[in-house]
């Protein structure tokens, strides 16, 4: 029987999330004999080579690029999590989400305090950058998500509870520490 | 020399239960209540300024800004846009040179929206300056505008002539016409004022009480508590003092029966509240009244006054020894949640209208916490005349859960909108023949937005309370009408303004509801909203007043019984969807940063 | 003299003092019923119904309401649960409650309820409410993203006059908490310390001080809300 495939990524996100699971320690040695790794930074994978059946989605999604990446996830992951608050929530990116982005851009390109030389008052528009969205969106308001992990960042007990839960078709076993906001 | 603000402080004794009469005061006075009058206000009645201003910003009509030498309101209820309030609306904006919600620089004339203003049968109306205007076009928008701008005062500025009986008494002097197309036992003018004080006063109060009893009446407001039953415990109730309160705060969108009694029949329903008065021994009425009908206040008072000469009220009614009993009138300040009978309690003693934690109920512990009848006008105008006829002879009217009369308030596409007095028991396929309707009929709205949508299948239901129970708005919607934009949007956008906002679930929910039902409609939508809209709705349950409770029954009730509607909206081919749409989300960006979304 | 009355939760026979709110009978017997607006030695209001539950069929919030004989009362109903979980994931959505960045997270009663119903996600869009935060006062930040409009400062603290410091502003969703601009300036430095205690959630922090006692070990980081209520019946 071949290893579940796995992949992960960061959108708006501060890798925390990443780190935490680095965190579950010397178990990260029985995580790499459960699972295969796909497209992820822990092992650099860029795209897609395969169909997974997990996929870790760490932050939200502030611009274009981040709706475009997750997507791709949903498209080729069988199930799909959100890790940590700004997964599921927008976490600090989105406390601009009261602000107008108009504002926001204005503020960070030409009115802000640590803004210089910016004579002709543009705000970067090369075709190249992602484009920003109005708000930070949490991840299950642009495609379906099946599981949060809450958390900023979640436990690694966490995360690993529900890694082994998912793949071994065990019951989470939660105790009341582990899930937690902050 | 003392300032307006003083005077007024004084009129009402420093009292701070009579908050709501001294910001009703300065804002007639001046347009609006300015920082300056909150600290004197606070000050005077050794309350915080904010406490003075958690009621002002409570109430539509109070505002801290200035609203206008004119301040106009135009109704933007359903029956209001079917009526062609559209055209109104953009002739007044273009004609004042501001849209909605803002005030002309020169502080001449503001442009405000409300919600239903009582006048159903002759929409589209606006109120200006606390007088009412109907059956507006934009050629009159116009005219009123020329109007203003002319100097001219608000009672030079009426083009037709006044409306139909008491309408053109002088102290009101009004277009508003009172529609009554159809007179029963409580409507009918042809008896004899001061007779059934007359009666009562020579029975013992518990007779009085077991003869309404007898009658089965049940309160008219739309719940249909019993009101003998009502009597009786407020009687039994220990206080110093007792209350009567008449209820003319009628809210609901599509009601406006109590306004006719109020213009015609005001003796009537003094009579009435002089019967409560006598059973329950209470010695002070209050008649809350909508701000709406302030335009009816003069005339009001010089009926009450002409009611204190005859003797009707006041000291040792009609011989009476120990008898007394008065009125006064207070207005509300533009709140629906205050007819609900603990919230105008509240408002009544000056704060603002959230309803209260039952128990206690009002029979207990009411007005200034002493033992309160709270009834609405057409009930105790009921009582009037099962008091003069018998509880038997009331009986005979309507069914036997439902005794007596109701009157409607019947609106929307019909060819006579209008007053009428029914039996209950009367099905709603009766009503539609009775207003006479022109190409078929698609949907009444029973009850207004807190009840029922129901399609034709269901027009041979009654009305009554073992069937459909109702305060007597009905809206009928041809076939023409669009119900889930038009009307469904409109009513949950009237729910979400209203709310007090003290419970949580009345607070957030109905705009939870209405972007679920935005998503629907915009074609973004999977059946699994329709049930997500219908196992939400639920949560509502959980509110303390029965705005909260119904607050969901715009879109609950419509997809019960129009379901297709909802379904020919929804996606077949998707199970979910979040309803993102990239293209809407880095629109604002884009043109911020003028570039093309090549997404 | 103080009747009893015999009562029963979920089925269990109970004894509770006659005119008692059900919250604190079901206190007495160990039973541990949900609150967040309510706070000891304040008058009850009601507003966040979370503490509702259906007595002899009907839906009452236990908070106000008080015990009579036989009283039958539901509170473990599927149906009550459910409603609590919605109210608890109704409030997270109304406001912008970025629990990592919070001073009260660990200590907050809305979080702490959420642990209890093991909410992972709230299932309503979130509003991302505008909100100001009012710095104007000098001995506290009000920081309305995170109000839930409970009412307990408003009911909580007066001046020594009885007036309001606290008070509602406006209606519907656009209810907000305002602190009164000159009672508020002379708050003394126990009142402000009071106010943040009342508070169940973060939005009244009394200035320059936080993070006193460090996460993971406040209040409810390592025992659910409740627990003291519950370990009465063992």
Known sequence: MSKPVVATTSLAGCFGCHMSLLDIDERILDLIELVEFNKSPINDIKKFTKKCDIGLIEGGCCNSENVHVLQDFREHCQILISVGECAIMGGLPAMRNGIPIKECLEEAYINGPTVKNNTEKIIPNDPEIPIMLDKVYPCHEVVKMDYHLPGCPPRADLIWEALVALITGNEMKLPYHVVKFD | MKNFTQKTIEKYHHDKTRLMDILIAIQSESGHISPENVTQIANELNMSEVDVEQTISFYHFFSMKPTGKYSIYLNNSVVANMMGRADTAAAFEKEAGITFGEVTPDGLIGLFETACIGMNDQEPAAIINNRIFTRLTSFRAKEIIRDIKDGKKIEEMFSASFGDGANRNNLVKSVVTNNIRKIGPVLDPDYKVGEAIRKIIRMKPEEVISEVKHSNLRGRGGAGFPTGLKWEFCRNAIGKKKYIFCNADEGEPGTFKDRVILTELPRLLIEGMAVAAYTVEASEGILYIRYEYKYLEEYLEKILEEARMKNYLGKDIMGKKGFNFDIRIQFGAGAYVCGEESALIESAEGKRGEPRDRPPFPVEKGYLGMPTVVNNVETLCSVVKVMLNGGDWYRSFGTSESTGTKLLSISGDCRNPGVYEVSWGFSVHDMLEMVGTTGNVQAVQVGGPSGSLIGSDEFNRTLGYEDLATGGSLIIFGEKRDLLNDVVVNFMDFFIEESCGSCSTCRILPNVLKKKLEKILEGRGVEQDITDIETWGKFLKASRCGLGQTAANPILTSIKNFRHLYESKVQTRKEYDTGFDLQQAVKEACEASGREPNI | ?234
Not at chain 3, 174 to 197: F, N, R, T, Y
């Open chain 3, 1 to 234: 003299m103080n009747q009893i009355v015999k009562i029963t939760i979920d089925g269990v026979e109970c004894m509770a003092t006659k005119g008692q709110y059900i919250t604190d009978a079901a206190k007495e017997n160990g039973i541990y019923i949900p609150t967040l607006c309510n706070y000891e030695g304040v008058k009850p209001r009601g507003s966040c119904r979370i503490c509702t539950v259906k007595v002899n069929g009907r839906l009452m919030t236990a908070c106000t309401t008080p015990v009579s004989e036989n009283m039958e009362i539901e509170n473990n109903a599927d149906e009550i649960q459910e409603l609590r979980e919605a109210i608890i994931e109704l409030l997270f959505i109304e406001g912008n409650h970025f629990c990592p960045a919070c001073e009260k997270s660990g200590s907050c009663e809305l979080q702490a309820l959420a642990y209890r119903f093991h909410m992972m996600v709230p299932r309503f869009p979130y509003s991302f409410p505008q909100q100001e935060i009012d710095a104007t006062n000098p001995k506290l930040v009000k920081d309305q993203n995170r109000c839930i409009l409970c009412k307990r400062c408003i009911r909580a603290i007066k001046d020594e006059k009885g007036r309001s410091v606290f008070a509602y502003k406006r209606r519907s969703r656009h209810v907000e908490i305002s602190i009164d601009p000159k009672i508020g300036k002379s708050l003394s430095d126990e009142m402000a310390q009071q106010a943040m205690d009342v508070c169940p959630v973060g939005a009244l922090l009394v200035r320059e001080r936080g993070f006193v006692v460090p996460i993971g070990e406040r209040k409810y980081d390592n025992e659910p809300i409740g627990s003291d209520i519950e370990k009465l019946k063992e």
